[in-house]
T-cell receptor
Framework: SYVLTQPPSVSVAPGQTARITCGGD?????VHWYQQKPGQAPILVLYDDTVRPSGVPERFSGSSSGNTATLTISRVEAGDEADYFC????????????FGPGTQVTVL | HLQLQESGPGLVKPSETLSLTCSVS??????????WGWLRRPPGKGLEWIAS???????YFNPSLKSRVAISVDSSKRQFSLNLTSVTAADTAVYYC?????????????WGQGTLISVSP
């Protein structure tokens, strides 16, 4: 089955930059990113590799090159502490969604 | 604005069937190019997509769960539902419903608040 990889955890000091990677054989498919805080539902923070939905701060940005997509959080705030998941299309025509294992971001 | 709300039993016994319903408000459940999906997050694990349905009944399933899953839409009630058969402890999770954009980008947004389902005797 199709597997995406993410680092289990990233720690960052307030005001610094956090970078979360997502590895996989994306082909021509794009990657989407979700933020999930404890006890809350996931929120879409980036789609189509780089696009921020309305209401998501500009501090959240994305990029993708080859087999790695990256979510970058600039000027990290305490409120950014959460689990972050990448998601893309599966490899079969009916497997519409595969998620990475998630990265826990801790703000020091 | 679009809102989704899950409802379910909370506790299900092993080998039984889990039934969940998602109520949609703030938008039409028959919107063009909009699928409606179910996802879950087991405790201590990551997110997993289960299945998605279009208002005309067309469906997509996670291959690993397909044999145990049924998904349907009731447009008159603005609801869509999930049935998961032969549940085990591994099906214990917070279950979410979400709008599934499949036309262009294939992402899930927004999500319901989630409902915790425990599988226990």
């Amino acid at each position: 089955s199709y597997v995406l990889t993410q680092p289990p955890s990233v720690s960052v000091a307030p005001g610094q930059t956090a970078r979360i990677t997502c590895g996989g054989d994306f082909g021509t498919n794009t990657v989407h990113w979700y933020q999930q805080k404890p006890g809350q539902a996931p929120i879409l923070v980036l789609y189509d590799d780089t696009v921020r939905p309305s209401g998501v701060p500009e501090r959240f940005s994305g990029s993708s090159s080859g087999n790695t997509a990256t979510l970058t959080i600039s000027r990290v705030e305490a409120g950014d502490e959460a689990d972050y998941f990448c998601q893309t299309l599966g490899h079969s025509e009916t497997d519409l969604a595969v998620f990475g294992p998630g990265t826990q971001v801790t703000v020091l | 604005h679009l809102q989704l709300q899950e409802s379910g039993p909370g506790l299900v016994k092993p080998s039984e069937t889990l039934s969940l319903t998602c109520s949609v408000s703030g938008a039409s459940i028959t919107s063009d190019s909009t699928y409606w999906g179910w996802l879950r997050r087991p405790p201590g694990k990551g997110l997993e997509w289960i299945a998605s349905v279009y208002y005309n009944g067309h469906t997509y399933f996670n291959p690993s769960l397909k044999s145990r899953v049924a998904i349907s839409v009731d447009s008159s009630k603005r609801q869509f539902s999930l049935n998961l058969t032969s549940v085990t402890a591994a099906d214990t999770a917070v279950y979410y419903c979400a709008r599934h954009d499949t036309e262009l980008y294939n992402y899930f947004d927004p999500w319901g608040q989630g409902t915790l389902i425990s599988v226990s005797p």
